[in-house]
């Protein structure tokens, strides 16, 4: 994590204050990249930041960090391309979820949410950390064929518009700025190297192959940070 804070932060007079708000926030951006839009996987992400949160002690200065950006948070809007919205539409949605959270990290009997299945609706994720990260593979590979079918709108100038995130990231471990993020990836990698590939990792194969002819799914990758 830079120790260049946010601008936003700056009348914070505290400097450890300012680190843990600009680390919280930065983590809170960037499950919305790697959630890549879906409330089921941005869910997950934010259970399994709150149990590294637990491990580095950063959990515990939440009950402070969630505060000095809660103070800030209408300065900040969506991650650029998140999505096509109005500018109070971006602002409004991304208090609701930092609402939700901060709930999340703050109140250690909340539980969120996944879609879970037409019959039972939504349901509580498990609260096993191993069965949460087992299910990062497969719900990042269903958004990836959303993404591979269409394009990604929201991608920057000469990034690739049919990346997957599943090859990027936890197949490739790419590195993100985050050390909560990297760990999540590596954990979900570790997770799927002993799982059996279902359908829709075989479908986001083929679809990945077929929008970049010539190149393998499954290279080996540098392990070079992101520029999210």
């Known amino acids: 994590m830079s120790e260049n804070y946010p601008d936003q932060f700056e009348t914070v007079d505290s400097e450890e204050q300012r680190r843990n708000a600009a680390i919280l926030m930065g983590d809170f951006r960037g499950s919305f990249k790697y959630s890549q839009g879906n409330e089921d996987l941005q869910n997950i992400l934010f259970s399994l930041l709150r149990d590294h949160y637990a491990q580095s002690g950063m959990l515990g200065q939440a009950p402070v960090a969630i505060p000095v950006v809660a103070q800030h948070i209408e300065r900040f809007v969506l991650p650029p391309r998140h999505k096509t919205t109005s500018a109070d539409g971006a602002s409004q949605e991304f208090i609701r979820t ?9 109140d250690p009997w909340y539980r969120l949410t996944y879609s879970g299945s037409k019959i039972h609706g939504s349901m509580p994720l498990p609260i096993d950390h191993g069965r949460r990260v087992r299910m990062m593979p497969e719900k990042t590979a269903q958004r990836d064929k959303v993404y591979l079918a269409d394009g990604r709108p929201q991608a920057r ?10 090859r990027t990231y936890i197949l490739g471990g790419a590195a993100t700025h985050s050390d909560a993020y990297n760990t999540i990836f590596t954990e979900a990698r570790e997770a799927f190297a002993t799982q059996e590939p279902s359908s829709v990792f075989n479908r986001v194969k083929s679809l990945w192959e077929k929008r970049h002819p010539g190149d393998n799914f499954y290279p080996p990758f540098a392990e070079q940070p992101d520029d999210a």
């Not at 100038?157 to 599943?166: A, C, M, T």
């Open 98 to 106: 930092y609402g939700e959270f901060g709930r999340c990290l703050l």
């Open 157 to 166: 100038l000469g990034h690739d518009p049919y990346e997957s995130y599943f």
